[in-house]
């Protein structure tokens, strides 16, 4: 399981591509592998070009999708989204959630919490409504 | 490069000061370590030459012929509590006269070989049976006097001589050790404050790693191989400088003390002693560097829970 944080969890002083390389190692995946997944999900969260770049040097936008690479980069069949558009504007979190879509189309199931109306709406997928802790909707 | 070696490696790059100021602890305490062995190791060497050198003279009388020497030669021998027996002729003891009065000729000219007497030098297994020895050896009839040789510092016998050397060795054992402990202990501080600042330091890192899915041991592998690597850079500073002043040293060392084996002469048996002191302190810079840095961790991840 792959997990996406609200406020984004990427390690400050490790480049985009070692962010992504440390869930690997966590994962104990053959290091000979490490190069070419990671390349695979940058290229796919659009940041193939700012691997080598460090957190400070990305938009909210990009942290994102860092946090999003990483979570994807094991391969794992659900992704656990924690409000991962909550600290990002529309537009960017329209971009976010695009990706999602296009993940989710690969065959990858995407559980994501989030306030936000709108997403809901314009996502269109199953929802269950939460209220103080408890299912008010499914 | 690992992972975690590579974690290690930029978080000493990002503290510079920190990493210097642990090396340097434990680079001194190494260097003294260093220096402390090869005197324990000087203190033993010339121990076990006084012990070893022929303590026991016995003076010949001008009568004894060539075969009664060698009897009593043989029979010294064979004595189970005598060992090292070595024949010196009137001419031998002559020309040790002569090597000891070297500096004043005039003295060598003065006296014959007549006026030495040839004698019959060993030492005994343990000095506590040197005087059973010599009463024994008095009553042989070709044996005019027995006597002990090495009379350094006034003591009135080698086994003050071999005493005195013991407490000087004991001094320097003992000193050395607890000198060594009290830094090595201040090198363990030292690497336990530095790894908890670490910590610290790191302390947003380790929550997103946990987050992640990062077991204990990921986490504390970079820190702990940190540690390792200021133990193993300390140990051979040290080791360095302490194997450079006696390289430096050791032609004077070794002309001062003349016979006695204080370090050793030879190049091969020299770099020997001083690999095995640095196999051990490998050892004990690693052991101090796993314990500090695994307490400073566990420490540190108890109080983040």
Redesign the interface.
Known sequence: MG?V?QDF?????RTVS?NV???L???DVP?DEWDKRVNHVLKLVGLDKRANLFPNQLSGGELQRVSLA?ALVINPKIILADEPTGNLDWKTAEGIMELLEQINKEGKTIIMATHHEGIIKHAKHRTIKLDDGKIIKT | MSIHTKTAVDSIKRSPFQAISAIFVLGLTFFVATMVAILVFATDKTLTYFETRPQIISFLKDEATPELISVLQNKLSSDARIKNVKYVSKEEALEIYKTATSDNPLLAELVSPSIFPASLEFSVTDLKLAEEVINDVKTEGIVADVGFTANIGGEKSLSDVVGRLKSISNYVRVGGIVFVAILAISSFLVLLIIISMRMTTRKGEIEILSLIGATPAFIRSPIVLEAIFYSLIGVLSGWTLALILWLYASPSVISYFGEIPVIPKDPISFFLLFAVILGVELLAGVVISLTGSLLAVSRSLKKAR
């Open positions: 997990i944080f969890k990427v390690l400050p002083e070692e390389e440390v869930a190692a966590v994962s290091s990483r």
